[in-house]
């Protein structure tokens, strides 16, 4: 059930992982694409627009869980790449012990504060509470959020893409069943929705935790693998908690500008709600490509070819220009009958308005995919690189800008400055990634020449150390030993 990422043709290989990859993103988008197409429809839009005003704030969260339950696959990758599977099976029993202390904080903290975010934000008063009983029970299902990715993350790193697609699938159907039951049936409002997606993911974590045991003989971990250990749980860390860091900065500037969203009104609040869901769903293969880049880096740095990491990043991105080219082209011709998925006819004359404004929205961040397709790629890659500190600056940067766009531009422009902010974050970004992608290959290589040298140094030496006559032993054999001014370290370790 494994795969090897570190020979053949990165073309192929790279869209073989991500077309998987990409249909798990997809049902995955479907838990909160769903919830709002019903919601939006079943409910009206103060309904739509209490869960709307909720996405910034479940980015900031489960954003950061989602990061650093990829972060923590990075090393599986590597040590997967480099042949040492014991080893990796140490770093996925630490991830394991980690993942649940950081659970176990993050739920007790979020559920304890959250009412006072949303009052922070200036959410409404007429969807205060809808918004509030929807954020906490998202954030109560935070164990299941961390037991889904972490196993996904590790079981992708092995190179599997396909396993994961198969219990998001099953889940997506259960998701879209429980919605109309808590809705419909049960009468629970908005915070039906959430329950039905907690419960959802719920299901495809547990389903993922039982192929781990059943069909990945790899991973079984001995005792003496299980046990934590602080210097895996550090690397790890670094691994992960900038990923999860890079999410949440960024959320951040999404909170600003949702905070400058919620003085428009109610309205404009559903409207962005329901065009970031709609072009989050038309993004999920630029996350493919993410995921992809980052085992395919992490495999390949771990295997010491770094002669293939252009290849594959050039590669993913003719793909994403391609893949955005393509979903511009869909908007502009169709963005006013996606948008109609979102809205109840009922509304009467907010109809037309919310039609309009979900497609000016959609259509300008389509304009902007392919910037968009390049963070994921290359911000993905240097993270499978091992320099994943550096998702922190480009995180910081599309926070600035959204939070420039909102304070400042949104006053003055109102809804058209909102459509604009995720396309200047994206920018910014793009603008300091793309030079540190290079640099990121450059370093490697340069540590790759020393380590070559090294070896070279010492294979050399070692045969000094062969026994030899002395002259001062007449004839007597004497061994001049060759003393090593430093330890032998790998590439892996030196890089």
């Known amino acids: ?84 599977h014991g080893r990796m ?33 200036g959410t409404p008063a007429d969807i205060f509470q809808g918004a509030y009983d929807y954020i906490f029970i998202i954030f109560l299902g935070i164990p299941v959020t961390y037991l889904y990715n972490l196993l996904a993350g590790v079981i992708r790193s092995l190179g599997d893409s396909r396993t994961p697609v198969y219990f998001l699938a099953m889940s997506s159907i259960l998701n879209i069943g429980l919605d109309a039951a808590f809705i419909l049936w049960f009468h629970m409002g908005v915070a039906g929705a959430a329950v039905a997606t907690v419960a959802s993911q719920a299901v495809s974590g547990l389903a993922c935790l039982w192929t781990v045991k059943r069909r990945f003989p790899i991973l079984r971990v001995s ?24 999410y ?72 994403g220009f391609v893949y955005a080219l393509g979903a511009f082209g869909a908007m502009v011709a169709f963005a006013p009958v996606c948008a109609g998925w979102f809205i109840d006819p009922g509304d009467g004359a907010d109809t037309a308005l919310l039609t309009a404004l979900v497609s000016r929205y959609v259509r300008v961040g389509t304009a902007f995919f392919y910037p968009l397709a390049l963070v994921n790629i290359v911000r993905f890659s240097i993270q499978g690189m091992g320099y994943s500190v550096l998702a922190i600056t480009s995180g910081a940067l599309e926070m600035v800008a959204r939070a420039a766009v909102g304070s400042l531009l949104v006053p003055r422009f109102g809804f058209d400055a909102v459509c604009f902010a995720s ?10 990634l793309i030079p540190a992608a290079v640099a990121c290959i450059r370093r490697l290589r340069r540590h790759q020449a020393q380590f070559e040298h090294y070896e070279k140094v010492t294979r050399e030496a070692e045969k000094q150390t062969a026994p030899r006559r002395h002259p001062l032993h007449r004839g007597r054999l004497a061994v001049v030993p060759f003393k090593r001014h430093a330890r032998r370290r790998s590439f892996r370790r030196a890089s």
């Open 89 to 121: 099976r140490r770093y996925v029993a630490n991830a394991v012990w980690l993942s649940g202390a950081f659970a176990l904080v993050m739920t007790v903290a979020t559920c304890a504060g959250c009412r006072a975010i949303l009052i922070a934000m």
């Open 423 to 432: 396309p200047a974050a994206w920018v910014c970004a793009d603008l300091f």
């Open 248 to 319: 949440s900065v960024t959320a951040i500037g999404s909170i600003v500008l949702q905070s400058a969203v919620n003085g428009l009104g109610s309205l404009y609040v559903a409207a962005t709600a329901a065009g970031s869901k709609l072009y989050g769903f038309l993004a999920c293969p630029f996350d493919a490509m993410g995921a992809a880049m980052a085992t395919w880096c992490g495999q390949n740095v771990g295997a010491a070819k770094l002669d293939r990491l252009g290849k594959g990043i050039r590669a993913c991105a003719l793909l």
């Open 223 to 246: 005792r003496e693998e299980a046990r934590p250990d602080s210097g895996l749980c550090r690397d790890l860390c670094v691994m992960g908690v900038p990923m999860g860091l890079q």
């Open 1 to 84: 059930m494994t795969k090897d990422l570190t020979t053949g043709d990165p073309m192929k290989l790279i869209l073989g992982f991500t077309l998987p990859t990409l249909f798990g993103m997809l049902f995955q988008q479907m838990y909160n694409m769903v919830d709002t197409m019903i919601v939006g429809r079943l409910l009206g839009a103060k309904a739509l627009a209490a869960v709307g005003a909720t996405g910034s704030i479940s980015f900031l969260i489960i954003g950061f869980c989602i990061g650093v339950c990829s972060g923590f696959a990075i090393p599986v990758a590597r040590e997967m790449g480099a042949g040492e």
